[in-house]
Every structure is written in C-alpha cells, then in structure tokens.
T-cell receptor
Framework: SQKIEQNSEALNIQEGKTATLTCNYT??????LQWYRQDPGRGPVFLLL???NEKEKRKERLKVTFDTTLKQSLFHITASQPADSATYLC???????????WGAGTKLIIKP | SQTIHQWPATLVQPVGSPLSLECTVE??????LYWYRQAAGRGLQLLFY??????ISSEVPQNLSASRPQDRQFILSSKKLLLSDSGFYLC?????????????FGEGSRLTVL
C-alpha cells in the first residue's frame, strides 16, 4: 500500500533563512500532492497543490517541487518568519475515491 | 464565502457513553464531506465520507457511525465510546467533486474518553 513519510523531528530554522521540508512516498506516484499548514489545536489549512506533470509551484514565499523519479516533494519557505512556525502536512491524492493519504507532518520552528 | 462549523470544540466523556459531533457547511451546495481523526504523531485517518444526503462510505471499521441528514450537515456518532476513541476529530469539505480539490477543515473537536 502507498506510504508517505515526513520527518518526524522538529525542524529549527533561524528567522530569515529558507526552511525546507521533505515528503517522501512509496510505490506509484500520486496524481496530485498537497501541502497544508496546521497550528496547534486547529484544523489544517490548504497551502499549495502540485500535479504530477508539474516540477514546481510557487505562491508568494512558498515553493513546492515534485520529483516523481525520487518520489519526493520538497516544500520551501523563503525569508522565514516566526509566524511560519507550525506543523506542515503533505497529502497524496491518488486521483480516485475522494481520498487523500496523509503524512504525519513536520513541526517547523522559526527562531527570531 | 464558504464556511464550515464544527462543535463541540472540546468534550470529555466516560467510557460507554454516547457521542455526537456535528458539522455544518455554509455557502456551498452538495459538497463532499469528510470526517477525519488525528492521533498525536500520526497522519489524518479518514473515517467517513459522503457525496450526498444519506450517502455514507466508511473507511475504517469501528464503533463510530456517520449520518448526513441534510445537504450541508454531517454528524459523527457513537453509541458507546471506547478509550481508543480519544483524539482530534476534524470535519472537512471539498469544493470540487473528486480530486484536484483542496480540503477545507473545521476547527476540530478534541475528544477525551476517560
């Protein structure tokens, strides 16, 4: 079955630097891959979606890449700010059955 | 604009007691609706999804059930809670039918079963 892995250890980044989070998956590539932000005690909030035929997607300070050869997506936050501190989840959309397969998330801490 | 409301936000229930969590969506019609559970350190687990009134698909066999009595209302229930039912429950809807759509989540319901 499809599995998805995100770094379970918290990522500590100095303010102003670029934060890079990793999402790895096994087996076959998803039709789409999504990234969400989740603050403590809140529901996840959608950030970006990238399709399997797209290499890169950008939105303001956010950038997502999708490498189907490596079976990996990278999520970048440039010029990071303490307000970017949160848990970031990736989710695979296999293109059917209305389901997403979710990673456990990586906690990002931006230090001032 | 579309909004999603979920309640109660927090509840503490004894083992064996019933449960009812409610979710309503505003500003859209005929949404696909989802119930997820999130355990600490684990990915979101899909419990139920619904594509229309009275249509419920269960993804995980358990003592929970779901109902969709109205187009924009989704209810998660249990007749007798277990300790293992503790967790963070999230309701969500998707604007586009099927894939390539983002999920919009409610604020979540934190359930503690004692």
């Amino acid at each position: 079955s499809q599995k998805i892995e995100q770094n379970s250890e918290a990522l500590n980044i100095q303010e102003g630097k670029t934060a890079t989070l990793t999402c790895n998956y096994t087996n076959y590539s998803p039709a789409y891959l999504q990234w969400y932000r989740q603050d403590p005690g809140r529901g996840p909030v959608f950030l970006l979606l990238i399709r399997e035929n797209e290499k890169e997607k950008r939105k303001e300070r956010l950038k997502v890449t999708f490498d189907t050869t490596l079976k990996q997506s990278l999520f970048h936050i440039t010029a990071s700010q303490p307000a970017d501190s949160a848990t970031y989840l990736c989710a695979l959309d296999m293109g059917s059955n209305y389901q997403l397969i979710w990673g456990a998330g990586t906690k990002l801490i931006i230090k001032p | 604009s579309q909004t999603i409301h979920q309640w109660p936000a927090t509840l503490v229930q004894p083992v064996g007691s019933p449960l009812s969590l409610e979710c309503t969506v505003e500003g859209t019609s005929n949404p696909n609706l989802y119930w997820y559970r999130q355990a600490a350190g684990r990915g979101l687990q899909l419990l139920f999804y619904s594509v229309g009134i009275g249509q419920i698909s269960s993804e995980v066999p358990q003592n929970l059930s779901a109902s969709r009595p109205q187009d924009r209302q989704f209810i998660l229930s249990s007749k007798k809670l277990l300790l293992s039912d503790s967790g963070f429950y999230l309701c969500a809807w998707i604007g586009l039918a099927g894939s390539a759509g983002e999920l919009f989540f409610g604020e979540g319901s934190r359930l503690t079963v004692l």
